[in-house]
């Protein structure tokens, strides 16, 4: 297991709860996270699993009301003014003025926080905005809009980069110019923690990954090892052996049950069944089979992080507000 002084962010049975009119709600349920120094490291999980919470306990916006917390080794909130230097995070959508450049705005914010004039130049740079530098606020796209966001965070020349749902309202065109902005801090050496819980877009840019629901940590590791971990998936349709279209519904809906009932994990895809971690695509037809359902297609499926998260979260109920973690899959991947 990693030191804290290994790591750039690192948590140790982390809990917060909060009051409720139904008494209290546990938002982070004893988390342990580590997130490595230099990369891309993506805290994923479904709307409400406790990510902007962690990240604002991690920025002392929230009291933890138990566990630990590093950044670079040195432990927070007790220690953050020696180490907030190092840090720069986007938890809100900060506010420009509308009608001034964006680096007329950079360097307002420069002689507010005290970063040197010559910064503002080279973070605009460092954002692919140098073009657009003399352009007013107003006149930018959302995908400008937000790397100019991520602009602002570089004045301090941070190692650490923090980002709470970046690509939240971009279309696809700004959710590939922030993507690439992220991956170009951390080849450049930063570390970049960006939470979201858009699973497939943060596989296309993430070197190491968390997942969590309801709190609970689920799985980490390098995006490889998790994706690998999830075996082989296929995708089958089924039949049964008279062939009557009328019935091809009702044959799906047999031969899912039939194989949940062998132990394999299955969810509908359209007219197809996807089943997860087969270890031999010839068990399935072999299954099916011994039941009079007839395997009309068989495809490998494609393992993302999206599959992974659901084959993780597929006891604890839909969105993955899982009660507790899977035990036998948390320690997989270390």
């Excluded at 120094?37 to 919470?53: E, I, Y």
């Excluded at 590791?221 to 082989?232: E, I, Q, T, Y």
């Amino acid at each position: 297991m990693a030191a804290a002084g290994d790591l750039a962010v690192r948590t140790r049975g982390l809990r917060k709860s909060y009051r409720s009119v139904k008494g209290r709600s546990v938002g982070v349920e004893h988390l342990d996270l580590d997130v490595p120094a230099g990369g891309v490291h993506g805290f994923l999980g479904p709307n409400g699993s406790g990510k902007t919470t962690t990240i604002r306990m991690l920025l002392g916006l929230v009291r933890a009301d138990e566990g630990t917390m590093h950044l670079f080794g040195q432990e927070v909130p007790r220690h953050l003014p020696q180490v907030v230097g190092r840090v720069g995070a986007i938890v809100e959508h900060p506010k420009f003025f509308p009608t001034f450049s964006a680096r007329r705005n950079l360097e307002l914010l420069a002689g507010a926080i005290g970063a040197p004039a010559g910064r503002v130049d080279a973070v605009l740079a460092e954002v692919g905005l140098e073009d657009r530098a003399g352009d007013r606020y107003k006149t930018y796209s959302l995908g400008m809009k937000q790397r100019l966001a991520i602009g602002a965070t570089l004045l301090k020349d941070p190692d650490l980069l923090i980002f709470d749902e970046p690509t939240n309202g971009l279309d696809p065109a700004g959710i590939r110019e922030v993507r690439e902005t992220m991956r170009g801090l951390a080849d450049r050496g930063r570390t970049v923690l960006v939470s979201s819980h858009i699973l497939a877009e943060v596989q296309q840019v993430a070197d190491t990954v968390s997942i969590i629901a309801r709190g609970r940590l689920l799985a980490s590791g390098s995006v490889a090892d998790l994706v690998g971990s999830g075996g082989r998936s296929v995708r089958v349709g089924v039949s049964d052996p008279g062939g009557d279209a009328a019935r091809e519904g009702g044959a799906r809906d047999r031969a899912a049950r039939v194989l949940e009932a062998a132990g394999h994990r299955v969810r509908p895809e359209g007219n197809l069944l996807h089943v997860d971690a087969v270890p031999d695509p010839s068990v399935v037809t072999r299954i099916l089979a011994a039941h009079d359902l007839w395997v009309d297609e068989l495809q490998p499926a494609a393992v993302d992080l999206e599959s992974v998260f659901l084959e993780l979260t597929a006891d604890h109920g839909p969105g993955g507000t899982s009660a507790g973690p899977r035990t036998d899959v948390e320690t997989v991947v270390a």
